[in-house]
């Protein structure tokens, strides 16, 4: 695992201060976020993973790296991409953290960041499932299988033949997409809804050295019950 | 009692997963429900959505419930993903008022407005706890003959909230086929994840996650395994050659939609259940079963 090197025993450094703001500030959309802090590293959701036995930081060890200021090697770990949401860890949490949510805000904030990640075809196939809704409003499952193997492996495309066969065969193929009726107004409550986001991003950060630990998670709001 | 629902069928029930659209809309019409399609739905945006922007996915998933809230109905979504997404996005606006507010903004560029009060209703949760069992059990014209039954639940109806089933444990498969007379088996698996999307980015990773589902399935003598969710069923259906390639196994598990089983035992018409949909032979058992009732 890299560490970042710190300034000072504790200290975190400018990189670190700037994605704790961004992830802090995605945690805060969680309902009952704040309960990151309640984390008693039991273990609970690593050993309730169905997929943990294939990621190189486990999630009690996500929550253990980001209190310790490491979110930069999270950053650049594949674990936060291999998570399929199936929800296992958040439902069993002894201390209620909705970790699925706190990894979906890990992963917002790795976007958002623009860092390089180790599984880019996650990013690929989000990326073009997100073009694929904006074109025609809805999913269109072989356009986007498509344009993901044109882009990640056009060999393995081919394996699909036999497949859109018996699709074809079962009347199960879709040839064309259809896009539904209103597709300008959902553009328009698409681009209203991503300059709403655009507002709660701060033009830039301060950077006040901070230790790091429990004292970074004082800006969030405390201990607040609800979503029990 | 005839209620009216507002039917979400999600992208994959239009065309690829049909078997699962038309059995639940037979199974309904069969049970003198209502389905009324929301005119001009949206994708919900699933999971791969939330992981880009949140306030974008809120609003796009918003936009469905703001068309049903238009019709007074409840949405009915028999998608797994769709059902997740859609009340989660109620569940964040409910908790966080500045979210209401700002995808309200957003969906007012469209000339709609969401007040929070849509309820997401799945189709198992309304069979067994509106319409209830004892009612569905009176209409059973087919008796399922012992035909041993794997109920897989997947992930998303009972998880992350607590729906309308446990969460560990779910039992309501288990009692709707076992009152069909269907042998439903130990299925200590019945919640585990079948990976979804990571079946095309980390495939060998969702492999694993299938076959594992299938080895339990057979270890318990399953003839066939129901499931409620497009992804899971084309996971363990449309990947199975592909997992016996990869692990040197003979798996020849029919999947079935729950609704096209219960569809069966109602006396349905095969046809109208969309049993010709399916990639894997439905077997003896099940096609004497569908077939008796032309006799």
Redesign the interface.
Known sequence: MEHATHQLPGLMTRTEADLREIFLR?VE?I??GERIKRCIQCGTCTGSC??SY?MDISPRQLIALFRAGELETIMRSRSI??C?????C??RCPSGI?I?DVI?AL??TV?EKGYESK?P??QV???L??DN?MSY?????GTL?RK?YMKTGIFKLFGFI??VK??YE?????LFP?R???HR??S???????E??MRHVPEKSEYLPEFVGYRGLGVMKLESR??E | MTVRYAYYPGCSLEKTQRGYDESVREVFKALEQELVEIDDWNCCGATMYMSVKETVSLAVSARNLALAEKMGLEILAPCSSCFTTLSKTNRILKEIPEMHRDVNEALAEGGLSYSGKVRVRHPLDILMNDIGLETVRARFQRNLNGLKIAPYYGCQIVRPDKTFDDRENPMLLDRLFGACGGDVVYFPMKVRCCGGMLMTTFEETALKLNKELLECALNNHADVMVTTCPLCHFNLEAYQGKINNFYKTTYNVPIMYFTQLLGIALGLPAKSLGLDSSFIPLGGKINSLAEAHYA
């Open positions: 995605q959309s309902p009952a169905p997929v294939a991409w291999i399929a949401s199936c929800y296992a958040t439902t909705k699925t979906y992963k917002r976007m599984a075809q996650v196939l989000a990326k499932f997100v809704l409003g809805r999913l269109h499952e299988i993901y036999p497949l018996k699709m079962t009347k199960r193929l879709a259809k539904i009726k209103e107004s959902l328009r409550i698409v681009k209203k809804a991503q709403i986001e609800k979503g």
